[in-house]
């Protein structure tokens, strides 16, 4: 399938490697808000025949099939509707949306188009060391809560601290820490444990109100689930899952690149297997393989599941928020098709 991107940084370049390795994609067309700059990304990957600095033109003249988008969070709404109304299957970046109401009315507009196929690019959802874990939490008697953590230092925090705005610290973008890396931790609750009964978020704002961390408590019958989430340090902490006398630990919440349960008296059961090079590689041959054959039920329905998903870790993402009193300008606009 021919590979349309917008955004040409780090993660665009490791998710289209990931995609042309597992031979279901080949990119094909670049979009950036500069020409010298799509030339410049394109210049990696020899099947690349178009360049775009008009977006209307991306999609209107684009002969790609799918659209992958990597642009600023705030954008990814607005961006998807124009992809599929110019008939191009989507993967967007997490977080997909902002909020609930802009899912609706993608919902609404899959719903009324049946032929195109939209996903959330959330990587360790599709990863089997993900799978193990939920496995493995399926198979306990008994849950007594978890405490999972995310915390990576932003290399944009170094701009924000000598003054500046980046994306990924402005609440005009949508951004923070809970919605940059929070959202893996959600995707691990809700697809874990399920949808919690009720949710607080505990964030450190900075100057400007968005949130550099946070602790985000997730209230399910008998339990919490505690996520730890952060932009602005580094932790090594584990993720732990509490049975009864037996504890799931995970090197990262997130990364998961080591799991494995250890019983009452310590001894541990390595559930993982080696993670892929690129940690993109699941989702890229994931929705590889669902597109290939977009007639099929069995895809159509895998689509559906994992949207649902995705919508439900919008739906706490954005009570989190609502908890905290942290809104973005996206909460205000109208939207619709």
Known sequence: MKLGIIGTN?????????????GEFTLTSVYSRKLATAQKFGADFKNVTEYFDNLSEFFEQGTFEVVYIASPNNLHFEQTLQALKAKKHVIVEKPMFSNPAELKVLQKYLHHHPELYCFEAARHFHEPNFQSVKQAVKELPVIQG?????????????????????????????GGALQDLGVYLVYDAISWFGIPEDAHYYP????????????????????????NVGKTANSYLPGEIYGLKETIVMDNAAELQKVELVDATGNGTML?????????????????????????????QLQQEWLAVAVEVNHVLYKLRQSAGLAFPADEHEVNY
């Not at 949130?211 to 008998?222: M, R």
């Not at 993109?280 to 069995?298: C, H, I, N, P, W």
């Open 10 to 22: 780090w993660i665009t370049k490791q998710f289209v490697e990931a995609a042309e390795m597992t």
């Open 146 to 174: 978890a405490d999972l953590t995310y915390k990576k230092y932003s290399s944009r925090y170094d701009q924000f601290l000598a003054g500046e705005e980046p994306n990924v610290f402005s609440p005009k973008f949508s």
């Open 204 to 227: 450190v704002k900075l100057r400007n109100g968005i949130d550099g961390s946070g602790t985000a408590i997730l209230n399910y019958p008998g339990y919490d689930v505690v996520l």
């Open 272 to 300: 993982s297997v080696d993670p892929a090079k690129n940690p993109m590689l699941a989702e890229a041959k994931a929705f590889g393989e669902v597109l290939r054959d977009t007639d099929s039920l069995q895809n159509k």
